[in-house]
């Protein structure tokens, strides 16, 4: 009979190695602003029945009712390796590439089961993240300079298995988000840059259904983060007006549904499929306010510039005070406008047990493309329709611990042109590619 005191010790020794994920998904940034590789294994399949495959303890993550497929106390700790290749090409024959260094995505999980009915999880993630940068000088920086997002999600939740054909699940997260945002000015030149920091929260829910042994469906939610960041904002090396001061940042995460289902066809065989719904419509713009514009101090060349500026616009030259006024809150309120819309990802993956010890899997999605209006695509986030094509395997060495390894390809398959302008803008380039490589390892043990 297990004591409550070796409970303790188990729980205690779990939480511990789940935490410490905390101080590396402090660092964690990625290119592109959803995150999928919160699982190794699933990732090996495409994420294909995610949240309801019970091979690993992400399903807290993707959909907390499948913990109730986790017998006792697991933990798993994993790590996804990321490198981009982000080939632009000017019509006039410039090129540059927004590729930064390779970036880590780590995740850790905790799962207990307190009866044949409740179970209690803790997942440490990363769901958000972006690291790309360009030449502070190419063509088009007015369309982005640099970009990052770190993210780190704290997710307790809490699974009830209803009965045998019936789970249900759910969980809020406390999520951190830490931005840097650079981008040249179309006026004047120079560059806008922006950093800052927020705390909020978030929720997510989700059901299983088990209609026979070898069966299994589910779905689940994940609210979106209104994120409205605290921090620092600059203006540098503009010919009119610099300055900085404390400012905020303000975006909307979009809110995500996973549909996923999973089935044995036979003993040794897995086949899953998985369609993601994220509602980018909520992504409308990224704005930037600076708390107080006269922090914003015009330089010595200001007046010839304004007076330029205000004939430009159908004003006498005398005015150049009130075009400085009007230039100087333009400075002081940044906004990159996305008006995305609605994408969805669509995968399908397979498991197959080579002895019972070694599994290997394959998968293949398809992501459609968010951007709505291609000449409101950014430099900064550079996105268009996607395939993933992934392979992996999982060891067990003994029955309490399972090793997990996978790698990915994205490939941007969608339009991929870039304009001068969000509006009424001209074709300056394309992207000749739009490509991620993705490499994972896991470790989970059983207690």
Same mark, same amino acid.
């Given at each position: 009979m297990t004591t409550k005191n070796s409970i303790f010790g188990k729980l205690t020794v779990a939480t511990a190695l789940c935490s410490s994920a905390i101080m590396c998904a402090s660092t964690a940034s990625a290119a592109g602003f959803q995150l999928t590789e919160q699982s190794v294994a699933g990732m090996g399949r495409a994420h294909a029945g995610a949240g309801i495959v019970g091979d690993d303890v992400s399903a807290i993550h993707f959909n907390p009712a499948g913990m109730t497929l986790l017998h006792g106390l697991q933990t798993t700790v994993a790590g996804t390796y990321v490198s981009l290749d982000i080939d632009y090409k000017g019509l006039k024959g410039e090129t540059e590439n927004g590729r930064d260094k390779p970036a880590s995505i780590p995740a850790a999980f905790l799962s207990y089961q307190v009866n044949d009915s409740l179970w209690l999880g803790l997942a440490i993630t990363s769901p958000y993240g972006m690291r790309i940068r360009y030449g502070s000088d190419?063509?088009?920086?007015?369309?982005? !300079?640099?970009?990052?997002?770190?993210?780190? &999600? !704290?997710?307790?939740?809490?699974?009830?298995?209803?009965?045998?054909?019936?789970?249900? $699940?759910?969980? !809020?997260?406390?999520?951190?988000?830490?931005?840097?945002?650079?981008? /040249?000015?179309?006026?004047?030149? $120079?560059? =806008?840059? @922006?950093?800052?920091?927020?705390? #909020? =929260?978030? @929720?997510?829910? $989700?059901? #299983?259904?088990?209609?026979?042994? &070898?069966?299994? =469906?589910?779905?689940?939610?994940?609210?979106?983060?209104?994120?409205?960041?605290? /921090?620092? @904002? @600059?203006?540098?090396?503009? &010919? !009119? #007006?610099? /300055?900085?001061?404390?400012?905020?940042?303000?975006?909307q995460t979009p809110e995500t549904v996973y549909i996923s289902a999973t089935w044995k066809p036979i003993q040794r065989l897995r086949l899953s499929g998985l369609a993601r719904w994220a509602n980018w419509k909520k992504f409308e713009d990224m704005r930037f306010s600076m708390d107080n514009k006269d922090n914003l101090t015009q330089t010595s060349k200001a007046p010839l510039y304004l007076a330029g500026i205000a004939k430009q616009w159908g004003y006498p030259a005398s005015a150049g005070g009130l075009v400085g006024g009007i230039l100087q809150n333009r400075l002081a309120n940044v906004s990159i406008q996305n008006d995305w819309k609605a994408a969805w990802l669509f995968s399908l993956g397979a498991d197959l047990d080579i002895t019972d010890q070694w599994t290997i899997r394959g998968g293949i999605a398809l992501e459609t493309d968010p951007i709505k209006k291609q000449e409101l695509r950014t430099a900064l986030i550079p996105d268009t329709k996607r395939l993933w094509l992934t392979c992996g395997f999982s060891w067990k060495p003994t029955p309490k611990w399972q090793i997990d390894m996978a790698y990915g390809h994205i490939r941007g398959i969608g339009h991929r042109d870039l304009y001068d302008a969000a509006e009424g803008g001209t074709k300056v380039g394309k992207f000749e590619k739009m490509n991620a490589w993705m490499a994972g390892a896991a470790v989970t043990y059983r207690f």
């Open positions: 190419w063509a088009v920086k007015e369309r982005g !300079i640099s970009g990052s997002v770190t993210t780190v &999600d !704290i997710n307790p939740n809490i699974a009830w298995k209803v009965n045998d054909y019936i789970s249900l $699940g759910g969980g !809020i997260s406390a999520l951190w988000t830490h931005s840097k945002i650079k981008s /040249g000015l179309p006026v004047g030149g $120079g560059q =806008f840059e @922006y950093k800052g920091s927020d705390w #909020m =929260f978030t @929720y997510n829910l $989700g059901l #299983m259904v088990t209609p026979t042994e &070898d069966l299994r =469906f589910g779905v689940s939610y994940r609210s979106s983060a209104h994120v409205t960041a605290r /921090g620092d @904002y @600059y203006i540098r090396g503009n &010919d !009119i #007006m610099n /300055g900085e001061g404390d400012g905020k940042g303000r975006l």
